[in-house]
């Protein structure tokens, strides 16, 4: 579970296409399910550097002070994932000071300029603490009943997705192959998921192999989320999901889909 | 059972029957790769898809925006071999749940043959979209036989819509059609008996033998473009199966 939320965080940035991140974040000391969250006490701050041109927001206001700075340049103090005071020095062009205001909860929001979708946009929770009590810890969620091997909310919004074998449908139960082609489940599915900007109901059933060249970003990244067998089921609501295999009969699946699409 | 007419006055076919001894099962595609279903698994599975209106038929009257994707409409010109091809994607695409695409046959069959009006066979017209793609009606008007059409632009767009996997069936092989039919590949069909291509959609029923196959002559044809086959005649004598297809989400 560690191994898969280090990946989640890794994920949290953007990538050029030559494979470096173009905006990058102090990674966190620990990481902390079931979101990326750092720790900025009243004495550090919280540095943003990015390749790329950026809007940077803080939701909630009035907590962090967020200050534009050119790069390159050096800056010396202590840093929220630093233990002392150093002086760092940072390349990229586009850089950001977080400093904290107030003590409570906020989420960064990192826009790449030009953004087209909502994984583009990088998120950070921060929690601004200093001298004085620290917010309450979250309670510690109840196990669901329905099995949820692998969350998955790297899928933007409320999306479905089933990735197949095509060579391997014979394979598959006879109420496996009804089930995707099922008009009961697609009238769910074409209510209940989220719309594209031309109106089209977000859920797929591809392939694995399928040419993606003119698919959109939001599903380029479903198809490369991780997977341990075929065919396989991510569910998302665009902050959590599920990801494992596909649900042998349509019953099965409903509860699943119910859970994170709505009833 | 609706009577259908299959040689309606005014509306013309196309198929010229592939020759096998010339152009063999696997000459230029990968020859059907999947397990056949037994046959003794037939009923039952097509149960399961009747209960559950899981058929391609089904996806077909959803498919665009929640209504009946279009029949295309070969419009007296002998070009069934390239509409029956274009039918399958569509299948395909609604299957996938992709966004309608209103894709035009007469861009395929045009550029194959040079802007005459002749006649072909299935695997001919899937075999070049492998390769081409085939555009939307946007970049060819339906019906079009305008040289103007063929554009950069056009072949760009059609880049987009290309067959990715595909499997040369054996002619006449039934297990290999109802293997497909029961796993919702559709089947691009040539039937000598009536000369003229078109795509099997749906297993209807085993005994009689039934199929419902989705022509190209327009919505008005049969049951809103569709029609049964029956027995020996809905067994064709050229089968080429799409099972997938690039993603183009425009």
Redesign the interface.
Known sequence: MRCFFALLLMLSVCQAQDGTEQIRLPISKEVVTPAAITELTEESIFVIEADVPCIVLASRTGFVAVTPETGPLRIRGKFADGTKVETRAYTAKHLWIIDAVAKGEVELLIVPNGAKAENEVVRRTLIVSGSGPRPPTPPTPIPDPIPTPTPTPNIAGKRMLVVYE??D???LL??Q??????????AY??THCEK?S????E?????K????????AV?KNAMALPRDSLPWLYVSNGTTGYSGPLPKT?EELMPILKKYLGD | MTNLDFSPPGYSKGLIPRNYAKNPVGYNSKPFDLPLIPEDEWEDRLQILLKAKAQLSDLRNIGMNGSPIPSRDQNGKGYCWAHSTISAMLALRALMNLPYADLSAYAVACIIKNYRDQGGWGAESLEWVAENGCPTSEFWPQQSMSRSNDTPAMRENAAKYKVKEWMDGEPRNKQQLVTCLLLNIPVVSDFNWWGHSVCSLDLVSIRPFRTRIWNSWGDGWGENGTGILEGSRAIPDGMIMPRVINVAQE
Not at chain 1, 177 to 186: E, H, P, Q, W
Request: neutral net charge.
């Open positions: 095509s060579k449908l014979t394979k006879p109420t192959i009804a089930l995707m082609s099922s008009s009961a489940l697609r599915l074409n594209s031309k109106g089209h109901p859920y797929n059933f591809w392939d192999d399928v040419d993606l060249t003119n698919a959109s599903w349509e």
